[in-house]
Each structure stands twice: as C-alpha cells, then as structure tokens.
T-cell receptor, first 116, second 113 residues
Framework: GAVVSQHPSWVICKSGTSVKIECRSL??????MFWYRQFPKQSLMLMAT?????????EQGVEKDKFLINHASLTLSTLTVTSAHPEDSSFYIC????????????FGPGTRLTVL | DAKTTQPNSMESNEEEPVHLPCNHS???????IHWYRQLPSQGPEYVIH???SNVNNRMASLAIAEDRKSSTLILHRATLRDAAVYYC??????????????FGTGTRLQVTL
C-alpha cells in the first residue's frame, strides 16, 4: 500500500522557536495533503489543506501566519510552527489521498511536538 | 457536514466478532461512509468504505442499513492488535476529488484475552 512518512517523529523545542515538520508520500504523488492536529485524548482536528504549487487552505480558527504550509513538490509538504508556545504542543499528523483516488487517504505516523 | 454518532467505548474478547455501530441520520445521497482506525500513538489507517451496499475486505465488513441512516463495522475475529479508536466518517463526494475528512470522537475498542 501507499506510504506516507513524517519527519521528525518527535521534537522538543523552546518557547519562541520555530519547528518544521515534513510530510512525504514515498511511493506515490500527492497533489493534495492534509494537516491535522490532535491533543491528548481528543480526536483529530483538520488544520489545513496543502495544495501542490498553490497556497494552502486553512480551516476556520487556524492562524495561517503561525502555521506555515509549503507544498513544494508532488511528494513533499512541510508545516512550520512559527514562534511555538507550550499550547502548540500536540500530535501533528498529515495525510494524502492517491491522485484521482479520494476514497482512501494514507496517514503519516505523526509528529509529537513538545514546546517547553 | 453530516454528523455521525458512535459509542465512546466498547469491549470485546479476543477471537470473538465485534460490531461497531455508527448512526448518521442526516446522511445525504452523496455521502460515502468511511471507517478509519487509530492505534495508540500512530496516525489513522483506512479500514473500509461504502455507499449503499455491504462491503467486505481483508480487514473488516461494513453493513449499511437500507435507509443509510446507520452502519456497522464488523471485525470478524478481534485480536489484541485491533485495540484502537475506530472512526466512522461521512465523506461528501460532491465537494471535489480530494474531499477532506472530518473526524468525530470515535469508539475506543478494548480487546481482552
């Protein structure tokens, strides 16, 4: 099956720094990727839709200047958490459907961000 | 978005079948029913999806009510590795080719020996 990877799998940073999380589709091309955030014991919350070659679409309430998304190629999307604060500590997960096959989405293993 | 309602948690014994229910009384004609599951500290994985007819795959079966207002995910023989949170999600195919998924709270399945 299709594989989506994320890097890093976990990261600890100081408050005020920026953190970049990568999402890669390893064996397929993804024109669209999705970014989710999940707090402990809660469900996944969609943050934004990442589109290759164009601007990301953010969900209501998600600050686009704080969560920068770049989808530079058909296999890579990045999420940068700028000026991270402790409340940004969460589990960040990306997903991607196969091109032309929206019925199945493949999820990455997630990145656990801890901001001190 | 049409919403789904699932029990918060369920328990099953290993090797026994598990029926996970989902209510979606406001489902529209263009909504597909999807099931994903999330094992602890991992990203979700696709389980199964369907529109009107019952569906089977190597992981599970999906039984869809005739009026489509409810569905049931069936794990034929639960194992300890099936312990996860199971999400029932409606995906509107009318919104484009890469429709986003809206996750509810899901059902936490516990499997015991």
């Amino acid at each position: 099956g299709a594989v989506v990877s994320q890097h890093p799998s976990w990261v600890i940073c100081k408050s005020g720094t920026s953190v970049k999380i990568e999402c890669r589709s390893l064996d397929f091309q993804a024109t669209t990727m999705f970014w989710y955030r999940q707090f402990p014991k809660q469900s996944l919350m969609l943050m934004a839709t990442s589109n290759e070659g164009s601007k990301a679409t953010y969900e209501q309430g998600v600050e686009k200047d704080k969560f920068l998304i770049n989808h530079a190629s058909l296999t890579l999307s990045t999420l940068t958490v700028t000026s991270a604060h402790p409340e940004d500590s969460s589990f960040y997960i990306c997903s991607a459907p196969l091109a032309g096959r929206p019925d199945t989405q493949y999820f990455g293993p997630g990145t656990r961000l801890t901001v001190l | 978005d049409a919403k789904t309602t699932q029990p918060n948690s369920m328990e099953s014994n290993e090797e026994e079948p598990v029926h996970l229910p989902c209510n979606h009384s406001t489902i529209s004609g263009t909504d597909y029913i999807h099931w994903y599951r999330q094992l602890p500290s991992q990203g979700p994985e696709y389980v199964i999806h369907g529109l009107t007819s019952n569906v089977n795959n190597r992981m599970a079966s999906l039984a869809i009510a005739e009026d489509r207002k409810s569905s049931t995910l069936i794990l034929h023989r639960a194992t300890l590795r099936d312990a996860a949170v199971y999400y029932c999600i409606l995906r509107d195919v009318g919104t484009g080719t890469a429709s986003k998924l809206t996750f509810g709270t899901g059902t936490r399945l516990q499997v015991t020996l």
